[in-house]
């Protein structure tokens, strides 16, 4: 849970890099929380608005986490604009933020402080 707060505490912050341990453990537990709001807010009436103000909330951090992935990877946040080809976009992404990280500095800085770093 520490490594969710983190992400939330860099809530703008788009420099640096993010290892695959903090984006995926980011981008899971986002996914439960908002099936649960989901799941809770279809009990109580039919409607979305608690799950939708969530989203809003974690998507500036969740872009920021994002692009610090691409940057341990040496890539430029710029390469999320690929998602604008359907299909195609989602499947590079995805496979650039399940590869590991440039092992060492790269142009984006330090690699990220983590213990379980990959």
């Given at each position: 849970?520490?490594?969710?707060?983190?992400?939330?505490?860099?809530?703008?912050?788009?420099?640096?890099?993010?290892?695959?341990?903090?984006?995926?453990?980011f981008?899971?537990?986002?996914?439960?929380?908002?099936?649960?709001?989901?799941?809770?807010?279809?009990?109580?009436?039919?409607?979305?608005?608690?799950?939708?103000?969530?989203?809003?909330?974690v998507?500036?951090?969740?872009?920021?986490?994002?692009?610090?992935?691409?940057?341990?990877?040496?890539?430029?946040g710029?390469?999320?604009?690929?998602?604008?080809?359907?299909?195609?976009?989602?499947?590079?992404?995805?496979?650039?933020?399940?590869?590991?990280?440039?092992?060492?500095?790269?142009?984006?800085?330090?690699?990220?402080?983590?213990?379980y770093?990959?």
């Amino acid at each position: 849970m520490d490594i969710y707060l983190n992400v939330l505490k860099k809530y703008a912050v788009f420099s640096g890099r993010a290892s695959r341990r903090e984006y995926w453990t980011f981008v899971i537990i986002n996914f439960i929380i908002i099936f649960l709001l989901e799941l809770v807010e279809g009990m109580i009436w039919d409607g979305r608005i608690l799950s939708a103000f969530y989203s809003l909330f974690v998507m500036i951090p969740g872009l920021a986490v994002f692009v610090r992935r691409l940057h341990d990877t040496n890539r430029s946040g710029w390469w999320f604009f690929i998602s604008l080809i359907p299909l195609i976009g989602a499947v590079v992404l995805f496979v650039f933020t399940v590869q590991s990280g440039t092992p060492g500095q790269n142009r984006y800085g330090h690699p990220p402080a983590d213990i379980y770093y990959s």
